[in-house]
Protein backbone atom coordinates (compact mmCIF):
# COMPACT_ATOMS: atom_id res chain seq x y z
CA UNK A 1 0.00 0.00 0.00
CA UNK A 2 1.10 3.35 -0.84
CA UNK A 3 1.46 5.96 1.87
CA UNK A 4 0.86 9.36 1.24
CA UNK A 5 3.59 11.81 0.12
CA UNK A 6 3.54 15.25 1.41
CA UNK A 7 4.66 18.35 -1.39
CA UNK A 8 7.71 20.99 0.60
CA UNK A 9 6.09 24.28 0.08
CA UNK A 10 9.45 24.83 -2.04
CA UNK A 11 9.03 22.05 -4.35
CA UNK A 12 7.48 24.58 -7.10
CA UNK A 13 10.93 27.04 -7.22
CA UNK A 14 13.11 23.73 -6.87
CA UNK A 15 11.56 22.28 -9.66
CA UNK A 16 12.12 25.80 -11.65
CA UNK A 17 15.67 26.41 -10.32
CA UNK A 18 16.46 22.18 -12.51
CA UNK A 19 14.72 23.20 -14.90
CA UNK A 20 16.95 26.33 -15.60
CA UNK A 21 20.00 24.39 -14.65
CA UNK A 22 18.98 21.83 -17.51
CA UNK A 23 18.69 24.76 -20.19
CA UNK A 24 22.30 25.95 -18.87
CA UNK A 25 23.53 22.43 -19.47
CA UNK A 26 21.98 21.68 -23.18
CA UNK A 27 23.16 25.17 -23.91
CA UNK A 28 26.51 24.32 -23.01
CA UNK A 29 26.84 21.52 -24.83
CA UNK A 30 25.49 23.11 -27.91
CA UNK A 31 29.08 25.00 -27.97
CA UNK A 32 30.96 21.61 -28.10
CA UNK A 33 33.86 21.63 -30.90
CA UNK A 34 35.93 18.79 -32.40
CA UNK A 35 39.03 18.16 -30.06
CA UNK A 36 41.76 16.22 -32.39
CA UNK A 37 43.96 13.74 -30.35
CA UNK A 38 47.26 15.05 -29.47
CA UNK A 39 50.70 13.23 -30.45
CA UNK A 40 51.53 12.69 -26.40
CA UNK A 41 47.25 11.06 -26.69
CA UNK A 42 48.65 9.15 -29.55
CA UNK A 43 51.93 8.07 -28.28
CA UNK A 44 50.48 7.30 -24.55
CA UNK A 45 47.54 5.10 -25.52
CA UNK A 46 49.60 3.04 -28.43
CA UNK A 47 52.55 2.22 -25.36
CA UNK A 48 49.23 1.22 -23.14
CA UNK A 49 47.90 -1.04 -25.88
CA UNK A 50 51.24 -2.27 -26.30
CA UNK A 51 51.13 -3.44 -23.20
CA UNK A 52 47.87 -5.34 -23.28
CA UNK A 53 48.60 -6.78 -25.88
CA UNK A 54 51.52 -8.92 -23.97
CA UNK A 55 48.92 -9.07 -21.26
CA UNK A 56 49.18 -13.38 -19.97
CA UNK A 57 52.03 -13.97 -22.94
CA UNK A 58 54.58 -16.23 -21.73
CA UNK A 59 57.55 -15.12 -22.93
CA UNK A 60 59.41 -17.77 -25.17
CA UNK A 61 62.35 -19.69 -23.40
CA UNK A 62 65.10 -21.30 -25.95
CA UNK A 63 64.14 -22.33 -29.60
CA UNK A 64 60.54 -22.67 -30.82
CA UNK A 65 58.99 -26.46 -32.08
CA UNK A 66 56.28 -26.38 -34.63
CA UNK A 67 53.30 -27.75 -31.78
CA UNK A 68 54.70 -24.43 -29.92
CA UNK A 69 54.53 -21.90 -32.46
CA UNK A 70 50.90 -23.07 -33.15
CA UNK A 71 50.09 -23.38 -29.72
CA UNK A 72 51.23 -19.34 -29.08
CA UNK A 73 48.99 -18.96 -32.45
CA UNK A 74 46.11 -20.28 -31.18
CA UNK A 75 46.50 -18.87 -27.65
CA UNK A 76 47.99 -15.29 -28.08
CA UNK A 77 47.37 -14.21 -31.41
CA UNK A 78 45.63 -10.77 -31.54
CA UNK A 79 43.06 -11.18 -34.77
CA UNK A 80 42.05 -14.64 -33.06
CA UNK A 81 41.31 -12.66 -29.75
CA UNK A 82 39.27 -10.26 -31.93
CA UNK A 83 36.99 -12.92 -33.34
CA UNK A 84 36.51 -14.76 -29.90
CA UNK A 85 35.44 -11.53 -28.23
CA UNK A 86 32.90 -11.20 -31.33
CA UNK A 87 31.87 -15.05 -30.48
CA UNK A 88 31.40 -13.72 -26.91
CA UNK A 89 29.23 -10.90 -27.79
CA UNK A 90 26.86 -13.32 -30.15
CA UNK A 91 26.44 -15.55 -26.94
CA UNK A 92 25.68 -12.36 -24.58
CA UNK A 93 23.09 -11.18 -27.40
CA UNK A 94 21.19 -14.85 -27.23
CA UNK A 95 21.66 -14.17 -23.12
CA UNK A 96 20.13 -10.78 -23.41
CA UNK A 97 17.10 -11.63 -26.03
CA UNK A 98 15.60 -14.60 -23.38
CA UNK A 99 14.79 -11.08 -21.34
CA UNK A 100 12.44 -10.27 -24.31
CA UNK A 101 9.80 -12.89 -23.96
CA UNK A 102 9.64 -11.57 -20.01
CA UNK A 103 6.30 -9.70 -19.69
CA UNK A 104 7.63 -5.89 -19.34
CA UNK A 105 7.50 -4.48 -15.47
CA UNK A 106 7.42 -0.40 -15.44
CA UNK A 107 8.32 1.84 -12.71
CA UNK A 108 7.30 5.15 -12.98
CA UNK A 109 7.24 8.86 -10.97
CA UNK A 110 6.21 11.87 -12.12
CA UNK A 111 5.70 15.43 -10.70
CA UNK A 112 3.27 18.06 -12.10
CA UNK A 113 3.37 22.13 -10.50
CA UNK A 114 0.80 24.48 -11.61
CA UNK A 115 0.83 28.41 -10.58
CA UNK A 116 -3.25 28.27 -9.84
CA UNK A 117 -5.15 25.79 -8.50
CA UNK A 118 -7.14 23.88 -10.56
CA UNK A 119 -11.05 25.85 -10.01
CA UNK A 120 -13.81 23.86 -11.80
CA UNK A 121 -17.72 25.22 -11.86
CA UNK A 122 -20.81 22.83 -12.37
CA UNK A 123 -24.04 23.18 -14.94
CA UNK A 124 -27.25 21.45 -14.63
CA UNK A 125 -26.87 18.75 -17.01
CA UNK A 126 -30.53 19.09 -18.54
CA UNK A 127 -31.33 23.10 -18.46
CA UNK A 128 -27.16 24.19 -18.70
CA UNK A 129 -28.04 26.65 -15.59
CA UNK A 130 -24.72 27.06 -13.71
CA UNK A 131 -24.93 25.08 -10.52
CA UNK A 132 -25.57 27.01 -6.99
CA UNK A 133 -22.58 25.93 -5.27
CA UNK A 134 -19.43 27.59 -5.29
CA UNK A 135 -16.81 26.83 -7.38
CA UNK A 136 -14.51 23.94 -6.82
CA UNK A 137 -10.99 22.68 -6.39
CA UNK A 138 -10.26 19.70 -8.43
CA UNK A 139 -6.45 18.50 -7.65
CA UNK A 140 -3.40 20.10 -5.69
CA UNK A 141 -1.10 23.12 -7.05
CA UNK A 142 1.52 20.71 -6.99
CA UNK A 143 1.71 16.87 -7.09
CA UNK A 144 3.55 13.62 -7.35
CA UNK A 145 2.18 10.10 -9.48
CA UNK A 146 3.72 7.12 -9.25
CA UNK A 147 3.10 3.88 -11.15
CA UNK A 148 4.59 -0.31 -10.95
CA UNK A 149 2.78 -1.75 -14.10
CA UNK A 150 3.04 -4.96 -15.83
CA UNK A 151 2.15 -5.54 -19.23
CA UNK A 152 2.48 -8.89 -21.09
CA UNK A 153 2.10 -8.98 -25.31
CA UNK A 154 1.32 -12.45 -26.59
CA UNK A 155 2.67 -11.23 -30.09
CA UNK A 156 5.69 -9.46 -28.99
CA UNK A 157 6.18 -12.92 -26.47
CA UNK A 158 5.84 -14.92 -30.25
CA UNK A 159 8.08 -12.56 -31.81
CA UNK A 160 10.87 -12.99 -29.29
CA UNK A 161 10.71 -16.42 -29.06
CA UNK A 162 12.05 -16.75 -32.80
CA UNK A 163 14.26 -13.72 -32.58
CA UNK A 164 15.91 -15.97 -29.36
CA UNK A 165 16.02 -18.73 -31.54
CA UNK A 166 17.56 -16.76 -34.65
CA UNK A 167 20.12 -15.14 -31.98
CA UNK A 168 21.36 -18.98 -30.75
CA UNK A 169 21.56 -20.09 -34.55
CA UNK A 170 23.86 -16.37 -34.62
CA UNK A 171 25.81 -17.37 -31.46
CA UNK A 172 27.07 -20.73 -33.44
CA UNK A 173 27.53 -18.88 -36.78
CA UNK A 174 30.14 -16.85 -34.74
CA UNK A 175 31.55 -20.42 -33.36
CA UNK A 176 32.14 -21.35 -37.05
CA UNK A 177 33.69 -18.23 -38.24
CA UNK A 178 36.07 -18.69 -35.31
CA UNK A 179 36.72 -21.77 -36.41
CA UNK A 180 37.50 -20.97 -39.90
CA UNK A 181 39.88 -18.06 -38.90
CA UNK A 182 41.76 -20.98 -36.59
CA UNK A 183 41.91 -22.85 -39.82
CA UNK A 184 43.67 -19.77 -41.24
CA UNK A 185 45.64 -18.54 -38.43
CA UNK A 186 47.26 -22.60 -38.32
CA UNK A 187 47.82 -22.35 -42.08
CA UNK A 188 49.86 -18.83 -41.65
CA UNK A 189 51.33 -20.18 -38.43
CA UNK A 190 52.87 -23.56 -40.38
CA UNK A 191 54.14 -21.64 -43.59
CA UNK A 192 55.80 -18.73 -41.50
CA UNK A 193 57.58 -21.82 -39.60
CA UNK A 194 58.88 -23.14 -42.25
CA UNK A 195 60.31 -20.08 -43.77
CA UNK A 196 61.88 -19.33 -40.48
CA UNK A 197 63.57 -22.26 -40.55
CA UNK A 198 64.55 -21.92 -43.89
CA UNK A 199 65.87 -18.76 -42.97
CA UNK A 200 67.61 -19.84 -40.04
CA UNK A 201 69.03 -22.93 -41.93
CA UNK A 202 70.50 -20.54 -45.39
CA UNK A 203 71.45 -16.97 -43.45
CA UNK A 204 74.97 -18.29 -42.25
CA UNK A 205 75.51 -19.92 -45.79
CA UNK A 206 73.95 -17.23 -48.01
CA UNK A 207 76.15 -14.52 -46.16
CA UNK A 208 79.32 -16.93 -46.53
CA UNK A 209 79.14 -17.44 -50.60
CA UNK A 210 78.08 -13.52 -50.67
CA UNK A 211 81.30 -12.72 -48.87
CA UNK A 212 83.08 -15.27 -51.38
CA UNK A 213 81.46 -13.98 -54.29
CA UNK A 214 82.68 -10.16 -53.23
CA UNK A 215 86.71 -11.99 -53.15
CA UNK A 216 86.01 -13.67 -56.51
CA UNK A 217 84.66 -10.47 -57.57
CA UNK A 218 87.68 -8.21 -56.33
CA UNK A 219 89.97 -11.17 -57.66
CA UNK A 220 88.81 -10.62 -61.49
CA UNK A 221 88.36 -6.74 -61.59
CA UNK A 222 92.19 -6.83 -60.09
CA UNK A 223 92.65 -9.17 -63.20
CA UNK A 224 91.31 -7.18 -65.59
CA UNK A 225 92.95 -3.68 -64.10
CA UNK A 226 96.68 -5.70 -64.82
CA UNK A 227 95.78 -7.60 -68.14
CA UNK A 228 96.26 -11.16 -66.50
CA UNK A 229 93.32 -12.39 -69.19
CA UNK A 230 91.63 -10.60 -72.08
CA UNK A 231 89.08 -7.88 -71.21
CA UNK A 232 86.02 -10.05 -72.52
CA UNK A 233 86.49 -13.23 -70.65
CA UNK A 234 87.10 -10.90 -67.15
CA UNK A 235 83.90 -9.32 -67.93
CA UNK A 236 81.90 -12.44 -68.48
CA UNK A 237 84.03 -13.89 -65.53
CA UNK A 238 82.40 -10.55 -63.66
CA UNK A 239 78.98 -10.78 -64.57
CA UNK A 240 78.48 -14.44 -63.94
CA UNK A 241 79.44 -13.91 -60.28
CA UNK A 242 77.43 -10.71 -60.10
CA UNK A 243 74.62 -12.72 -61.16
CA UNK A 244 75.41 -15.37 -58.46
CA UNK A 245 75.39 -12.25 -56.05
CA UNK A 246 72.38 -11.28 -57.19
CA UNK A 247 70.42 -14.23 -56.83
CA UNK A 248 72.00 -14.54 -53.21
CA UNK A 249 70.68 -11.49 -52.28
CA UNK A 250 67.60 -11.76 -53.24
CA UNK A 251 67.59 -15.09 -51.23
CA UNK A 252 68.70 -13.16 -47.99
CA UNK A 253 66.20 -10.42 -48.64
CA UNK A 254 63.37 -12.91 -49.15
CA UNK A 255 64.95 -14.64 -45.83
CA UNK A 256 64.70 -11.43 -43.85
CA UNK A 257 60.98 -10.82 -42.81
CA UNK A 258 59.72 -14.68 -41.74
CA UNK A 259 61.00 -14.25 -38.34
CA UNK A 260 59.30 -11.26 -38.34
CA UNK A 261 55.85 -12.32 -39.75
CA UNK A 262 56.06 -15.36 -37.31
CA UNK A 263 56.85 -13.25 -34.13
CA UNK A 264 53.39 -11.17 -35.19
CA UNK A 265 51.82 -14.34 -35.91
CA UNK A 266 52.51 -15.45 -32.77
CA UNK A 267 52.29 -12.48 -30.88
CA UNK A 268 56.26 -12.56 -30.17
CA UNK A 269 58.01 -9.15 -29.84
CA UNK A 270 58.58 -8.15 -33.20
CA UNK A 271 62.64 -7.89 -32.12
CA UNK A 272 62.83 -11.15 -30.88
CA UNK A 273 65.67 -12.83 -32.90
CA UNK A 274 63.33 -16.26 -32.97
CA UNK A 275 65.19 -19.72 -33.43
CA UNK A 276 62.98 -22.65 -34.18
CA UNK A 277 63.30 -26.46 -33.71
CA UNK A 278 62.38 -28.34 -37.14
CA UNK A 279 60.49 -31.38 -36.90
CA UNK A 280 62.45 -34.56 -37.30
CA UNK A 281 58.78 -36.22 -38.99
CA UNK A 282 58.16 -36.19 -42.48
CA UNK A 283 54.88 -35.32 -44.49
CA UNK A 284 52.78 -38.62 -44.45
CA UNK A 285 50.57 -40.01 -47.92
CA UNK A 286 47.95 -41.33 -45.22
CA UNK A 287 45.39 -38.93 -45.88
CA UNK A 288 45.45 -39.17 -49.38
CA UNK A 289 44.91 -42.96 -49.35
CA UNK A 290 41.80 -42.63 -47.85
CA UNK A 291 38.72 -43.45 -49.93
CA UNK A 292 37.57 -40.27 -51.22
CA UNK A 293 34.17 -40.89 -50.82
CA UNK A 294 35.19 -40.63 -46.68
CA UNK A 295 37.03 -37.29 -47.21
CA UNK A 296 33.86 -36.23 -48.70
CA UNK A 297 31.53 -37.02 -45.41
CA UNK A 298 33.38 -35.02 -42.92
CA UNK A 299 33.78 -32.41 -45.35
CA UNK A 300 29.60 -32.11 -45.80
CA UNK A 301 29.47 -32.62 -41.77
CA UNK A 302 32.32 -30.59 -40.18
CA UNK A 303 33.48 -27.38 -42.54
CA UNK A 304 32.94 -24.35 -41.20
CA UNK A 305 31.33 -22.29 -43.98
CA UNK A 306 28.45 -24.80 -44.88
CA UNK A 307 28.09 -25.82 -41.50
CA UNK A 308 27.20 -21.55 -41.07
CA UNK A 309 25.01 -21.85 -44.38
CA UNK A 310 23.02 -24.59 -42.49
CA UNK A 311 22.34 -22.31 -39.45
CA UNK A 312 21.53 -19.22 -42.08
CA UNK A 313 18.54 -21.28 -43.56
CA UNK A 314 17.35 -22.25 -40.13
CA UNK A 315 17.40 -18.54 -39.65
CA UNK A 316 15.54 -17.42 -42.99
CA UNK A 317 13.26 -20.60 -41.90
CA UNK A 318 12.57 -18.48 -38.21
CA UNK A 319 11.53 -15.67 -40.09
CA UNK A 320 8.96 -17.10 -42.03
CA UNK A 321 7.41 -17.87 -38.68
CA UNK A 322 7.88 -14.00 -37.32
CA UNK A 323 5.90 -13.15 -40.63
CA UNK A 324 2.82 -15.39 -40.36
CA UNK A 325 3.23 -14.35 -36.49
CA UNK A 326 2.84 -10.54 -37.19
CA UNK A 327 -0.35 -11.22 -39.48
CA UNK A 328 -2.67 -12.12 -36.08
CA UNK A 329 -3.87 -9.95 -33.96
CA UNK A 330 -1.72 -8.58 -30.74
CA UNK A 331 -3.44 -9.48 -27.11
CA UNK A 332 -1.90 -7.54 -24.45
CA UNK A 333 -2.53 -8.11 -20.53
CA UNK A 334 -1.76 -5.46 -18.01
CA UNK A 335 -2.00 -4.77 -14.35
CA UNK A 336 -0.68 -1.73 -12.72
CA UNK A 337 -0.29 -0.30 -9.11
CA UNK A 338 -0.82 4.03 -9.02
CA UNK A 339 -0.56 6.21 -6.55
CA UNK A 340 -1.22 10.11 -6.74
CA UNK A 341 -0.16 12.46 -3.97
CA UNK A 342 -2.95 15.19 -4.53
CA UNK A 343 -4.87 15.98 -1.18
CA UNK A 344 -8.25 16.14 -2.83
CA UNK A 345 -8.63 12.76 -4.43
CA UNK A 346 -10.38 10.32 -2.14
CA UNK A 347 -8.49 7.13 -2.75
CA UNK A 348 -4.82 8.21 -3.12
CA UNK A 349 -4.14 4.61 -4.31
CA UNK A 350 -5.79 2.24 -6.20
CA UNK A 351 -4.89 -0.48 -8.98
CA UNK A 352 -5.89 -1.17 -12.45
CA UNK A 353 -5.98 -4.22 -14.41
CA UNK A 354 -6.94 -4.72 -18.67
CA UNK A 355 -7.02 -6.12 -21.61
CA UNK A 356 -6.77 -5.29 -24.83
CA UNK A 357 -7.09 -6.67 -28.38
CA UNK A 358 -5.58 -4.65 -31.71
CA UNK A 359 -5.28 -5.71 -35.03
CA UNK A 360 -3.54 -3.74 -38.07
CA UNK A 361 -6.65 -4.60 -41.16
CA UNK A 362 -3.86 -3.49 -43.71
CA UNK A 363 -1.72 -6.44 -42.70
CA UNK A 364 -4.15 -8.31 -44.64
CA UNK A 365 -2.81 -6.42 -48.02
CA UNK A 366 0.68 -7.09 -47.10
CA UNK A 367 0.31 -10.73 -46.18
CA UNK A 368 0.66 -12.10 -49.18
CA UNK A 369 3.83 -10.02 -50.25
CA UNK A 370 5.05 -10.78 -47.35
CA UNK A 371 4.71 -14.58 -46.88
CA UNK A 372 6.34 -14.62 -50.90
CA UNK A 373 9.29 -12.52 -49.40
CA UNK A 374 10.06 -14.75 -46.41
CA UNK A 375 9.59 -17.92 -48.87
CA UNK A 376 12.12 -16.25 -50.95
CA UNK A 377 14.25 -15.81 -48.69
CA UNK A 378 14.16 -19.37 -47.71
CA UNK A 379 14.60 -20.21 -50.86
CA UNK A 380 17.95 -17.98 -51.00
CA UNK A 381 19.50 -19.37 -47.81
CA UNK A 382 18.64 -23.34 -49.75
CA UNK A 383 20.31 -22.20 -52.81
CA UNK A 384 23.43 -20.82 -51.10
CA UNK A 385 23.60 -23.66 -48.98
CA UNK A 386 23.32 -26.24 -51.84
CA UNK A 387 26.04 -23.86 -53.83
CA UNK A 388 28.22 -23.83 -50.63
CA UNK A 389 27.98 -27.70 -50.27
CA UNK A 390 29.19 -28.34 -53.73
CA UNK A 391 32.06 -25.43 -53.69
CA UNK A 392 32.95 -27.48 -50.39
CA UNK A 393 33.16 -30.82 -52.22
CA UNK A 394 35.24 -29.49 -55.13
CA UNK A 395 37.75 -27.20 -53.00
CA UNK A 396 37.66 -30.71 -50.95
CA UNK A 397 38.94 -32.83 -53.89
CA UNK A 398 41.71 -29.11 -54.96
CA UNK A 399 43.03 -29.64 -51.73
CA UNK A 400 43.62 -33.20 -52.04
CA UNK A 401 45.25 -32.98 -55.40
CA UNK A 402 47.16 -29.80 -54.07
CA UNK A 403 48.52 -31.81 -51.38
CA UNK A 404 49.48 -34.71 -53.71
CA UNK A 405 51.25 -32.46 -56.07
CA UNK A 406 52.80 -30.67 -52.91
CA UNK A 407 53.94 -34.08 -51.49
CA UNK A 408 55.33 -34.65 -54.95
CA UNK A 409 57.19 -31.15 -55.58
CA UNK A 410 58.46 -31.86 -52.29
CA UNK A 411 60.23 -34.89 -52.60
CA UNK A 412 61.64 -33.95 -56.32
CA UNK A 413 63.41 -30.95 -54.61
CA UNK A 414 64.78 -32.53 -51.83
CA UNK A 415 66.57 -35.48 -54.01
CA UNK A 416 67.88 -32.36 -56.23
CA UNK A 417 69.13 -30.32 -53.03
CA UNK A 418 71.03 -33.60 -52.17
CA UNK A 419 72.61 -33.73 -55.75
CA UNK A 420 73.61 -30.25 -55.35
CA UNK A 421 74.63 -30.71 -52.11
CA UNK A 422 76.67 -33.89 -52.47
CA UNK A 423 78.28 -31.48 -55.96
CA UNK A 424 79.33 -28.74 -53.67
CA UNK A 425 81.29 -30.84 -51.07
CA UNK A 426 82.99 -32.31 -54.30
CA UNK A 427 84.13 -28.90 -55.29
CA UNK A 428 85.00 -27.90 -52.07
CA UNK A 429 87.77 -30.87 -51.61
CA UNK A 430 88.22 -29.56 -55.31
CA UNK A 431 88.85 -26.32 -53.87
CA UNK A 432 91.01 -26.89 -51.03
CA UNK A 433 92.81 -29.06 -53.63
CA UNK A 434 92.65 -25.83 -55.70
CA UNK A 435 92.01 -27.27 -58.76
CA UNK A 436 89.10 -25.06 -59.11
CA UNK A 437 88.05 -21.26 -59.43
CA UNK A 438 86.58 -18.77 -56.94
CA UNK A 439 83.74 -18.18 -59.49
CA UNK A 440 83.32 -22.32 -59.74
CA UNK A 441 82.39 -22.25 -55.85
CA UNK A 442 80.21 -19.27 -56.14
CA UNK A 443 78.82 -20.87 -58.55
CA UNK A 444 78.20 -24.19 -56.72
CA UNK A 445 77.24 -22.59 -53.83
CA UNK A 446 74.43 -20.74 -55.50
CA UNK A 447 73.18 -23.55 -56.81
CA UNK A 448 73.48 -25.93 -53.42
CA UNK A 449 71.98 -22.68 -51.60
CA UNK A 450 69.10 -22.37 -54.73
CA UNK A 451 68.12 -25.96 -53.90
CA UNK A 452 68.13 -25.86 -50.37
CA UNK A 453 65.94 -23.04 -50.76
CA UNK A 454 63.74 -24.50 -52.96
CA UNK A 455 63.75 -27.22 -50.87
CA UNK A 456 62.37 -25.46 -48.00
CA UNK A 457 59.95 -23.61 -50.25
CA UNK A 458 58.13 -27.30 -51.36
CA UNK A 459 58.33 -27.84 -47.63
CA UNK A 460 56.49 -25.09 -46.50
CA UNK A 461 53.89 -25.47 -49.26
CA UNK A 462 53.26 -29.12 -48.63
CA UNK A 463 52.40 -27.98 -45.18
CA UNK A 464 50.20 -25.33 -46.42
CA UNK A 465 48.93 -27.59 -48.76
CA UNK A 466 48.19 -29.75 -45.74
CA UNK A 467 46.86 -27.20 -43.99
CA UNK A 468 43.87 -25.99 -46.27
CA UNK A 469 42.75 -29.97 -46.93
CA UNK A 470 42.13 -29.95 -43.18
CA UNK A 471 40.45 -26.24 -43.37
CA UNK A 472 38.55 -28.33 -45.77
CA UNK A 473 37.27 -31.00 -44.06
CA UNK A 474 36.61 -28.91 -40.58
CA UNK A 475 39.71 -30.93 -38.59
CA UNK A 476 41.45 -28.85 -35.94
CA UNK A 477 42.60 -29.41 -32.47
CA UNK A 478 39.90 -30.59 -29.95
CA UNK A 479 41.03 -27.62 -27.40
CA UNK A 480 38.14 -26.57 -25.69
CA UNK A 481 38.27 -23.49 -24.03
CA UNK A 482 41.73 -21.37 -24.78
CA UNK A 483 41.49 -19.61 -21.02
CA UNK A 484 41.49 -22.83 -18.85
CA UNK A 485 44.50 -24.35 -20.74
CA UNK A 486 48.21 -24.02 -19.93
CA UNK A 487 50.53 -23.20 -23.03
CA UNK A 488 52.33 -26.37 -22.44
CA UNK A 489 49.40 -29.00 -22.19
CA UNK A 490 47.67 -26.89 -24.95
CA UNK A 491 51.35 -27.88 -27.25
CA UNK A 492 50.45 -31.17 -25.88
CA UNK A 493 47.07 -31.35 -27.79
CA UNK A 494 48.56 -29.40 -31.25
CA UNK A 495 51.00 -32.35 -31.09
CA UNK A 496 48.59 -35.43 -30.56
CA UNK A 497 46.70 -33.59 -33.49
CA UNK A 498 49.45 -33.68 -35.38
CA UNK A 499 50.06 -37.32 -34.88
CA UNK A 500 46.34 -38.08 -35.91
CA UNK A 501 46.68 -36.60 -39.26
CA UNK A 502 49.73 -38.25 -39.89
CA UNK A 503 47.74 -41.70 -39.33
CA UNK A 504 44.96 -40.89 -41.67
CA UNK A 505 42.52 -40.49 -38.46
CA UNK A 506 39.22 -39.38 -39.32
CA UNK A 507 36.62 -37.46 -37.18
CA UNK A 508 33.83 -39.99 -36.81
CA UNK A 509 31.85 -39.69 -32.88
CA UNK A 510 29.08 -37.64 -32.54
CA UNK A 511 28.87 -35.45 -29.42
CA UNK A 512 27.88 -32.34 -27.91
CA UNK A 513 28.03 -28.86 -30.79
CA UNK A 514 30.99 -27.04 -30.06
CA UNK A 515 31.39 -24.58 -27.30
CA UNK A 516 31.88 -21.15 -27.89
CA UNK A 517 35.47 -20.41 -26.07
CA UNK A 518 34.19 -17.38 -24.15
CA UNK A 519 30.47 -18.62 -24.71
CA UNK A 520 28.08 -18.57 -21.11
CA UNK A 521 25.23 -20.28 -20.43
CA UNK A 522 22.48 -20.25 -23.47
CA UNK A 523 19.40 -18.57 -22.34
CA UNK A 524 16.78 -20.67 -20.42
CA UNK A 525 14.17 -22.04 -22.91
CA UNK A 526 16.44 -22.00 -25.85
CA UNK A 527 18.28 -25.14 -26.64
CA UNK A 528 21.06 -24.80 -29.23
CA UNK A 529 20.66 -27.15 -31.84
CA UNK A 530 23.02 -30.57 -32.03
CA UNK A 531 26.24 -31.08 -34.38
CA UNK A 532 28.59 -33.56 -34.97
CA UNK A 533 31.67 -33.01 -32.19
CA UNK A 534 35.27 -31.51 -34.17
CA UNK A 535 37.55 -34.04 -33.49
CA UNK A 536 41.55 -33.78 -33.80
CA UNK A 537 43.33 -33.67 -36.85
Known amino acids: MFTHISTPSYASKAFKLSIFASALVLAGCATVEPRPFTVQDIQAQAQTDRGQSQTDVEPIKGA ?20 MMEEDIAFNQLDVSKFDMLPKLVASAGYSSRSEYAITRAEDSVTGAPSLGHP ?6 SHTTTDLGLTWN ?17 ALIAVERRRKAMHILIQDVRSAFWRTASAQKLRAEVKSSIALAVDALGDARKAEDERLRSPLDSLRYQRQVLENMRLLETIDQELSTAK ?42 HNADLREQFYNTRIAREETHKTILRMFPSLSFNYTLKHDSDKYMVNNSWNEAGAQLSFNLLNLLAAPSQKRLAEAGVALADQRRIATQMAILAQMHIARLQYSNALQQFERSDAIWSIDNRINAHMANREQAQTVSK ?31 QATLGMEPEIGSIQDISLHDLQSVIGNAIKHW ?4 LPISEAEPAKSILAPTPAAGVVLPQSQKLVSW
Open 154 to 170: MLDFGLSYYGAKQNADR
Open 502 to 505: ENGE
Open 136 to 141: FISSDK
Open 64 to 83: LSLEEAIARGLKYNLDRRTR
Open 260 to 301: VELANLINAPLALDLQVIEPTEALSRRMLELPVADLEDVAIT
Open 439 to 469: LDMVANNTAAILSLLRRYQALAQAHAAASRL
